[in-house]
């Protein structure tokens, strides 16, 4: 299932839900539906129901009244459920020479663009709370995160937290798709003891790792192939086969979200393997894979090419080196699109990687290549629109 951007809701359905059964208000474009709430209201429920159906914006800001603090404003973020054709929206696709991009809501992307260019503010993915790849390093606060979403303070060991939460499946994959920025990039506590470096790899440790046995691999592949040309086929080969192992591996074995036991440890090891990367998108130091982990997941396809290639020993490890090559290219690639400017070909790739983050975690599962999505059909649809069942 793609991932979805939230409803258009236009104001007679808003006005509609104005009882304590169904609570909406709006604050601008944006609906809330804060039934959920009403029990909790400091002032009671009775107050908010008075302006059930109805924006809220000179209420919140009303000093006479009661002057909301910031907490008023993330419990309303929190319950989002979709977004109000305002009348300032409606004047925008009303001039526009092309109103069908921009209503209903959520609009394609040359609409946001158009939205974008009077002021009107961006659709926001109902499973990333995201909007645009910019959102994914906005820093969060992480005190007042905990205090709204219940799920990981990022001032404390995450690993302990999340074995210990007592999370439910849908909960875990709910909120770890949400991205957090901690500290500008920095690395949030995972272990909080002497475990913490190895939980740590910068960038530049997996080529000096893996180059030097990916040449020696190859120099040795030679002394039982007909020439360099024949070593070069097998070894291209292998680069070729990680492609489609990439993809595998991110879409069956990453995401393997459905398929995910609901009890601790197979939470917990979702966590460690990939949910703490999109939970914390940019953090520079857990991006690349660390070695040991690499080791873990190489042997078996060494095993693998030995046995598929049984004929000839040397021809198994040309492909096997030319497979080490292609994941360190991805690896590499991977740190990049998150953290450097790059040229015209990789910002596009940056673009689709990045959407993947902050809109669709469930598609563009190609990191180095969108080669396996269109042969897959999981392709990401342009940003601005949720990809269509």
Known sequence: MPARTLPTILQAELEAHSTAKSCYVSLGAKVYDITPFLEDHPGGGDLIVEYGGKDVREILGDEISHTHSEAAYEILGDHLVGFLPTDTVLDVATKSQRPA?????????????????????????????????????????????????????????????????????????????RPRHYKGGASAPLFGNFLEPLSKTPWWVVPMVWLPPVAYGTCLSREGLNGWGHVASFWLLGLALWTLVEYGLHRGLFHMDQYLPDNRVGITLHFVLHGIHHYLPMDKLRLVMPPTLFVVLAVPFWELAHIVFYWNWHAATAVFCGGIFGYTCYDLTHYFLHHRTLPSYYRELKKYHLQHHFADFENGFGVTSRFWDKVFGTELGPPGAAKAA
């Open 101 to 177: 991009e921009i209503l209903p809501l959520p609009p394609s992307e040359a609409g946001t663009a158009e939205l974008l260019s009077d002021g009107i503010s961006r659709m926001t993915y109902a499973t990333t709370g995201m909007a645009s790849a910019e959102d994914l390093s906005v820093e969060t606060d992480p005190t007042s995160d905990y205090r709204t979403h219940k799920f990981l303070d990022l001032n404390r060991p995450l690993l302990m937290q999340v074995w210990n939460g007592g999370f439910s499946k849908d909960f875990y994959l709910e909120q770890v798709h």
